[in-house]
């Protein structure tokens, strides 16, 4: 099985990632994707270059099976990010199967992130394109990952400049395997920034061993007893939930932020709470369990997040689907 790697030349903060991979040993020229894609390999680590947005190619796992014969494991995409703020920052997040325009955000003040979310209702279309309501399997990587990227990005003097980061489960595109995105942001000044680059290049080639280290972030029998993270509620970068994936031996699945989970409050004699945030909640749970066979998935609520109504709606329909809620020990 092989790892496959994204990269779009549209995209400086991608192409030049891919770039510092590739200038590193043991590369070769590898087949042809169609219709023109460009390919690398390096031991079980392919590496494609298309020319397109990085969210509109879709299939890009089967279509390399296909096309190869070759079975993949993971998909790894590099990108940029972009945020109001500007800030620069390493961020590192799971995506889901849809791409919901950034319209109905923009008076939640949060416009700029452009948004896919998982609490489409099925039959809808994403103007983006993906598939509504459906989570793509989050990369079992992305915990460790993270960790590891703040030690680089420290080693290389990044931060405090740079904010490690993780985000909130958003856009596309479609995979059916599991599947993180690795961004610069979050401007045109820093996608160009090559000392980013560089640690991003290098986050890859230590995490997936291409020195000759050992792996980081592989989930396997001996490891499937560990506690991951499910992450519900908060702002698109999630602090709280970032906090408890710094700590060792924590796994990360998807992250829900609010935006992820619409919820109607119930009219007066009513029970009901409406809105898709079941939804959400259960298709990045059952997509999380399936991501890590034999672990143990908790929910972290970011408790101050919701109002007392939403937070009792969400517990409940928890417990109802048998999902645990972590304590704070339990993350440590």
Same mark, same amino acid.
């Given at each position: 099985?092989?790892? #496959?790697?994204?990269?779009?030349?549209?995209?400086?903060?991608? =192409?030049?990632?891919?770039?510092?991979?590739?200038?590193?040993?043991?590369?070769?020229?590898?087949?042809?994707?169609?219709?023109?894609?460009?390919?690398?390999?390096?031991?079980?680590?392919?590496?494609?270059?298309?020319?397109?947005?990085?969210?509109?190619?879709?299939?890009?796992?089967?279509?390399? /099976?296909?096309?190869?014969?070759?079975?993949?494991?993971?998909? %790894?995409?590099?990108?940029?990010?972009?945020?109001?703020?500007?800030?620069?920052?390493?961020?590192?997040?799971?995506?889901?199967?849809?791409?919901?325009?950034?319209?109905?955000?923009?008076?939640?003040?949060?416009?700029?992130?452009?948004?896919?979310? #998982?609490?489409?209702?099925?039959?809808?279309?994403?103007?983006?394109?993906?598939?509504?309501?459906?989570?793509?399997?989050?990369?079992?990587? =992305?915990?460790?990952?993270?960790?590891?990227?703040?030690?680089?990005?420290?080693?290389?003097?990044?931060?405090?400049?740079?904010? =490690?980061?993780?985000?909130?489960?958003?856009?596309?595109?479609?995979?059916?395997?599991?599947?993180?995105? #690795?961004?610069?942001?979050?401007?045109?000044?820093?996608?160009?920034?090559?000392?980013?680059?560089?640690?991003?290049?290098?986050?890859?080639?230590?995490?997936?061993?291409?020195?000759?280290?050992?792996?980081?972030?592989?989930?396997?029998? /001996?490891?499937?007893?560990?506690?991951?993270?499910?992450?519900?509620?908060?702002?698109?970068?999630?602090?709280?939930?970032?906090?408890?994936?710094?700590?060792?031996? =924590?796994?990360?699945?998807?992250?829900?932020?609010?935006?992820?989970?619409?919820?109607?409050?119930?009219?007066?004699?009513?029970?009901?709470? $409406?809105?898709?945030?079941?939804?959400?909640?259960?298709?990045?749970?059952?997509?999380?369990?399936?991501?890590?066979?034999?672990?143990?998935?908790?929910?972290?609520?970011?408790?101050?997040?919701?109002? $007392?109504?939403?937070?009792?709606? %969400?517990?409940?329909?928890?417990?109802?689907?048998?999902?645990?809620? $972590?304590?704070?020990?339990?993350?440590?």
């Amino acid at each position: 099985m092989v790892t #496959l790697i994204v990269a779009t030349t549209y995209d400086p903060a991608s =192409i030049n990632p891919a770039t510092a991979l590739l200038a590193m040993p043991g590369w070769t020229t590898g087949p042809i994707l169609p219709p023109n894609i460009k390919s690398f390999t390096n031991q079980q680590t392919r590496l494609i270059q298309h020319d397109v947005s990085i969210v509109k190619e879709d299939d890009l796992d089967s279509r390399w /099976e296909e096309a190869t014969g070759e079975v993949v494991d993971e998909v %790894i995409f590099l990108s940029r990010h972009t945020a109001a703020s500007n800030r620069p920052a390493l961020t590192v997040h799971p995506i889901d199967r849809n791409f919901l325009c950034g319209f109905a955000l923009f008076f939640l003040n949060c416009w700029w992130l452009v948004e896919g979310v #998982l609490h489409l209702k099925e039959g809808e279309s994403p103007p983006h394109g993906g598939k509504a309501g459906w989570a793509a399997l989050p990369s079992p990587r =992305i915990g460790p990952w993270l960790r590891l990227l703040k030690k680089m990005a420290e080693a290389h003097s990044l931060v405090p400049e740079f904010e =490690i980061t993780l985000e909130g489960t958003h856009h596309g595109p479609i995979t059916s395997k599991p599947t993180m995105f #690795l961004e610069i942001g979050s401007t045109e000044e820093y996608w160009k920034r090559q000392d980013a680059a560089q640690v991003i290049a290098l986050l890859i080639w230590e995490g997936l061993g291409l020195g000759g280290g050992e792996a980081v972030g592989n989930w396997n029998s /001996e490891t499937g007893k560990r506690t991951v993270l499910l992450g519900i509620g908060g702002g698109h970068y999630a602090p709280r939930h970032v906090d408890v994936v710094l700590k060792d031996d =924590i796994w990360v699945g998807h992250l829900l932020s609010g935006y992820s989970l619409p919820m109607e409050e119930a009219k007066p004699g009513e029970n009901h709470i $409406g809105g898709t945030w079941r939804q959400s909640i259960q298709a990045a749970f059952e997509a999380t369990k399936a991501s890590f066979p034999g672990g143990e998935i908790l929910a972290h609520l970011d408790q101050k997040s919701f109002k $007392g109504w939403q937070k009792k709606a %969400i517990t409940e329909f928890l417990a109802e689907q048998n999902i645990n809620v $972590g304590r704070p020990n339990d993350f440590t």
